[in-house]
């Protein structure tokens, strides 16, 4: 069973930057699709960024594309994000997520998640 722990969330201002990181354990995810959520109050969780399990593939929320980049390490188990420009509206908790297959954009097909990390960008 694969474990997903979240890190490097926090408190930014506007225009800053922030690297979330996300340490799997329990087993290798280098044959899974790896993606980042988020959730901020009141709405429903989003996709923000995606990658194949060999890194080929790489896919963008549309309000995170040109700011964001997705990064995966098969060797040391660990997939980060990082996040430049941010703006108060990415302000969600963050969730690290392990698909089932190589590469989905079901969301369905993401059946582990860690616990989140929150991200709070000020004004």
């Known amino acids: 069973q694969v474990q997903l722990v979240e890190s490097g969330g926090g408190l930014v201002q506007a225009g800053g930057s922030l690297r979330l990181s996300c340490a799997a354990s329990g087993l290798p995810i280098s044959s899974r699709g790896m993606g980042w959520f988020r959730q901020a109050p009141g709405k429903e969780r989003e996709i923000v960024a995606e990658?194949?399990?060999?890194?080929?593939?790489?896919n963008y929320g549309d309000s995170v594309r040109g700011r964001f980049t997705i990064f995966r390490d098969n060797a040391r188990n660990t997939v980060d994000l990082q996040m430049n420009s941010l703006k108060p509206e990415d302000t969600a908790i963050y969730y690290c997520?392990?698909?089932?297959?190589?590469?989905?954009?079901?969301?369905?097909?993401?059946?582990?998640w860690g616990h989140g990390t929150q991200v709070t960008v000020s004004s």
């Open positions: 997520a392990a698909s089932r297959f190589g590469f989905s954009s079901y969301r369905g097909d993401y059946t582990t």
């Open positions: 990658i194949s399990a060999n890194g080929s593939i790489l």
